[in-house]
Every structure is written in structure tokens, then in C-alpha cells.
């Protein structure tokens, strides 16, 4: 019997949510239904109402982690269009992963990562990538100041990793910044886009 009552519909998400955070802390092979179940003070057989197996319940929440992220994203690329558009992705993305540390942990330092190849000078991604709606919004943006694609890429990487760096170095408490995150984005994006 559940320990607590849940509407219609919010086990579940409290069961993606505390797997979120039982796979940071404890990885794969120490993740299971029972543990996720005792974490929401439910049964040990109530997360089977919502999924068949763990490795269902691995898939939907690097599936669901994954989109949240990549959603967010492509929202502030249809409210701001063109270069504008790409420093607000790329104040987006800090902020997003300051405030959403499980779901940082697990995209980037997790076991169940989504990997991006460079090869050439060429980005090799799966479609579900995060990074997927930056590099696309970069490529529309910035795609008319490159003959050559292959530079492109080189400022696209040189831009996410400013990013990424920055919100690695706040996310993991290694940078201290009690000013204005979103002032420093555009500050440092602007002077990439500006050398170019």
C-alpha cells in the first residue's frame, strides 16, 4: 500500500524526479525501482504502475532530462532571432544549469551521457543532443558570416565551451559570481562574435 496519496498523474513525475537524483548519486548499476519507490514513500511495486522495467525508467528519464533542456532552448530562440538570439541561448543555458544541478549532472557527468564527436572539424551528434538547438541556432545565425562551414564550427565550439565552462565553473561552486550572470554571458559571447 502507498504510503502517501498521489493525484492522478504526479507518482510519476515524483519517480522521474527522485530517479534523477538516485542515478547521480548512486549510477546505474545501484539504480532500482525499489529504491526510487522508498524515496517517494510509495510501495515497492508502484512504480511498475508507470514503467515495465529499470531500464525503461533509465530510458524515459534521459529522455525527459534531455528534452526539458533542449525545449528551454529553443524557446529563446524563437523570442530572440538572429546573433541576439545566440547570446540569449547562451545566457539560457548558464542559467539552466545552475539552477537545475541534477539535471547538469546527469547530461554532462553522468554514465548515461549523450556524447558529440568532432571529427574534421565536424560535429557528429545524435538528433537528441542538447546541444542539437544551439549548434542549429548558431548555424542559421551566424552561417552568413562563414564561407567556410568548418570555421563555423570552430566558433560554434569555441562559443558552447565558453558557455559550458562558465556554468561548470558556477554549477560545481569553483566560480563565484554574485554579479550579474546573464551581463557576463554577453560580455563574453559578444567578444568571441566581435574577433571573428
Not at 527522485?18 to 548519486?25: A, M
Not at 514513500?41 to 508507470?50: L, N
Not at 546541444?131 to 562563414?146: D, K, Q
Request: aromatic share 10%; glycine share 6%; hydrophobic share 40%.
Amino acid at each position: 500500500m502507498e504510503k502517501e496519496n498521489y493525484h492522478h498523474g504526479t507518482l510519476k513525475e515524483e519517480l522521474i524526479k527522485n530517479g534523477l537524483i538516485l542515478l547521480n548519486s548512486e549510477g546505474v548499476e545501484k539504480f532500482s525501482l525499489r529504491k526510487v519507490a522508498a524515496m517517494c514513500g510509495v510501495s515497492h511495486a508502484a512504480p511498475y504502475k508507470h514503467f515495465k522495467s529499470k531500464e525503461e525508467m533509465l530510458s524515459v528519464i534521459s529522455y525527459r532530462v534531455n528534452q526539458d533542456f533542449r525545449e528551454y532552448l529553443e524557446q529563446v530562440v524563437v523570442i530572440h532571432p538572429g546573433l541576439d538570439g545566440m547570446i540569449a541561448m547562451g545566457k539560457a543555458y548558464v542559467r539552466y544549469m545552475i539552477t537545475n544541478k541534477e539535471a547538469y549532472q546527469f547530461m554532462f557527468l553522468g554514465e548515461l551521457k549523450l556524447s558529440l564527436r568532432l571529427e574534421n572539424d565536424e560535429f557528429i551528434y545524435n538528433e537528441d543532443s542538447p546541444f542539437v538547438p544551439f549548434y542549429r541556432a548558431a548555424y542559421a545565425n551566424l552561417g552568413p558570416m562563414f564561407q567556410n562551414p568548418k570555421q563555423l564550427n570552430m566558433v560554434i565550439l569555441n562559443m558552447w565551451s565558453q558557455v559550458h565552462g562558465l556554468a561548470s565553473l558556477i554549477a560545481n561552486g569553483i566560480l563565484e559570481y554574485n554579479q550579474d550572470i546573464d551581463e557576463l554571458v554577453e560580455k563574453m559571447l559578444t567578444s568571441t562574435c566581435m574577433e571573428q
